[in-house]
């Protein structure tokens, strides 16, 4: 199993910048994507992020532009860029990755507590 540690949340102004990090320990996971995910208050959780070992990168509409994911050549940390931080991305944001240590029909979701971004004056 894997276990993930995600940290950078704080409180940030307007027009900010924030970077958060995700760091992978534990057993030997496939890697079939990692995310960032986020749920705002009153909120549900939506997916923000998400880069696959093929290089591919994807973005919720709501941060293209200003988010960016990376990762290091391990895969073990990711990395949330944030860039002309609002208040709507107030949130506590999660680190997932999804992959499995066996068959891919034995695929499994893994989360980490969460850190939280708050983007107010």
């Known amino acids: 199993q894997v276990q993930l540690a995600e940290s950078g949340g704080a409180l940030v102004q307007p027009g900010g910048s924030l970077r958060l990090s995700c760091v992978a320990s534990g057993s030997m996971l496939r890697i079939i994507a990692r995310s960032w995910y986020r749920r705002a208050p009153g909120q549900q959780r939506e997916l923000v992020a998400t880069?696959?070992?093929?290089?591919?990168?994807e973005y919720a509409d709501s941060v293209k532009g200003r988010f960016t994911i990376s990762r290091d050549n391990t895969w073990k940390t990711v990395y949330l860029q944030m860039n002309s931080l609002k208040p709507e991305d107030t949130a506590v944001y999660y680190c997932?990755?999804?992959?499995?240590?066996?068959?891919?029909?034995?695929?499994?979701?893994?989360w980490g507590q969460g850190t939280q971004v708050t983007v107010s004056s």
């Open positions: 997932n990755v999804r992959g499995y240590e066996g068959s891919w029909n034995d695929k499994s979701d893994y």
């Open positions: 880069i696959t070992p093929g290089g591919t990168t």
